[in-house]
Nanobody
Framework: QVQLVESGGGLVQPGGSLRLSCAAS????????IGWFRQAPGKEREGVSC????????YYADSVKGRFTISRDNAKNTVYLQMNSLKPEDTAVYYC????????????????????WGQGTQVTVSS
């Protein structure tokens, strides 16, 4: 079966770092663009980053650009999200998914909903 499993979330102080992992099974991740999304309590889900399936290009929402880095390891069928300089407003449940479209449109991060989703991993940034 097709599955995406997120891991690596936890509690961290402001300014700290976390590394999230998205492990795929049931399909080859190399053939899909993979995006990271997040949803905080009382807020709508938002896309934060994605990596393309073709040339490995990376894209970021303005809110995380310069702090987060997305990467993929095709041999491990895994995508990572390195999160540095974390802020309380980064607190959310983070999901990985397969958006049909993601990238920059007129300089702004643009994406569509994913077809496959993981169960999410909680990231809490608090002092």
């Amino acid at each position: 079966q097709v599955q995406l499993v997120e891991s690596g979330g936890g509690l961290v102080q402001p300014g700290g770092s976390l590394r999230l992992s998205c492990a795929a099974s049931g399909f080859t991740l190399d053939y899909y663009a993979i995006g990271w999304f997040r949803q905080a309590p009382g807020k709508e889900r938002e896309g934060v980053s994605c990596i393309s399936s073709s040339d490995g290009s990376t894209y970021y929402a303005d809110s995380v650009k310069g702090r987060f880095t997305i990467s993929r390891d095709n041999a491990k069928n895994t995508v990572y999200l390195q999160m540095n300089s974390l802020k309380p407003e980064d607190t959310a449940v983070y999901y990985c998914a397969t958006p049909r479209v993601c990238g920059y449109y007129s300089g702004t991060y643009y994406y569509t909903e994913g077809d496959y989703w993981g169960q999410g991993t909680q990231v809490t940034v608090s002092s």
